[in-house]
Antibody, heavy 121, light 108 residues
Framework: VQLVESGGGLVQPGRSLRLSCAAS????????MHWVRQAPGKGLEWVSGISWNSGKIDYADSVKGRFTISRDYAKNSLYLQMNSLRAEDTALYYC???????????????WGRGTLVTVSS | DIQLTQSPSFLSASVGDRVTITCRAS??????LAWYQQKPGKAPKLLIY???TLQSGVPSRFSGSGSGTDFTLTISSLQPEDFATYYC??????????FGPGTKVDIK
């Protein structure tokens, strides 16, 4: 299993950024995928999750209405479109795979290395 | 949302010590709890899920227990590679998934 995030960088407040996560080594279609972030020196914060069939999508209150999660089954890829970025969105963003297929028990058994998003003027 | 607290926030221990970390939920979460280990500059690693089930490949010195609101992670004999930060995670009331604030285990 490999998860490789990309798309991070330095962005001004109010601007947008799109993160990607390329997945391999497992049947991507069968597993929910999530984004979890970690601000510098801080703990883990769940951001968003998308079910195996894209039928259920959820967001943390802190990003609801600004971020959009999606997945491309043909490309085995997960995305996070981040709009109206704020300084408090500055963090390392991890892509994480749900341990169990199909269901809703969201333990995360594989994580990428993360992509750093810095929101600053 | 369900809040998780961990104690202690920091502990200093020696190789060979038995270490116990506690995670408490603000309301009952049955057994929907996981423990992760994170080393500096690395992604979190799943150690325990469903409160007490050892993830494949994780050494047996790690164990988890508890249900409802009170949970523990125990390292029976601390090894040099175990110095890290440990997080609990609940998923009983999804969304959201929530994580505890972390417990840093340092070398005495």
């Amino acid at each position: 299993v490999q998860l490789v995030e990309s798309g991070g960088g330095l962005v001004q407040p109010g601007r947008s950024l799109r993160l990607s996560c390329a997945a391999s080594g497992f049947t991507f279609d069968d597993y929910a995928m999530h984004w979890v972030r970690q601000a510098p020196g801080k703990g883990l914060e769940w951001v968003s999750g998308i079910s195996w069939n894209s039928g259920k999508i959820d967001y943390a209150d802190s990003v609801k209405g600004r971020f959009t999660i999606s997945r491309d089954y043909a490309k085995n890829s997960l995305y996070l479109q981040m709009n109206s970025l704020r300084a408090e969105d500055t963090a390392l963003y991890y892509c994480a795979k749900a341990k169990f297929p199909i269901g809703t028990q969201y333990y995360f058994d594989y994580w990428g290395r993360g992509t750093l998003v810095t929101v600053s003027s | 949302d369900i809040q998780l607290t961990q104690s202690p926030s920091f502990l200093s221990a020696s190789v060979g010590d038995r270490v116990t970390i506690t995670c408490r939920a603000s309301q009952g979460i049955r057994s929907y709890l996981a423990w992760y280990q994170q080393k500096p500059g690395k992604a979190p690693k799943l150690l325990i899920y469903a409160a007490s089930t050892l993830q494949s490949g994780v050494p047996s010195r790690f164990s988890g227990s508890g249900s409802g609101t009170d949970f523990t992670l125990t390292i029976s004999s601390l090894q040099p590679e175990d110095f890290a930060t440990y997080y609990c995670q609940q998923l009983n009331s999804y969304p959201p998934v929530t994580f505890g604030p972390g417990t840093k285990v340092d070398i005495k």
